[in-house]
């Protein structure tokens, strides 16, 4: 008795079907194209924390003489 296994997509705890190994969705292995770009635009955020520079408070004195 073989078992439909299935997946919940990360972002929306939607039901996915389990695609063969040949044949990956793009989407996989989220329900469906938006919630990759959800997940996408998570990563980026993540990634914009680790790029942020310091911000460098820069004493810029107006020492004109
Ligand atoms: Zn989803």
Known sequence: M???RKL???IC????DIPKKNK????F???SKRCKLVDLGR???????F???VSIEQDIKDDEE
Not at 13 to 16: A, E, N, T
Not at 43 to 49: A, D, R, S
Request: with cysteine; hydrophobic share 25%; net charge positive.
């Open 2 to 4: 073989a078992k439909k």
């Open 8 to 10: 919940k997509c990360p």
């Open 13 to 16: 705890g939607k039901d996915v």
């Open 24 to 27: 990956l969705p793009p989407n």
């Open 29 to 31: 292995p989220f329900c």
């Open 43 to 49: 990563w980026l955020n993540e990634e914009y924390k």
């Open 51 to 53: 790029f942020e520079p």
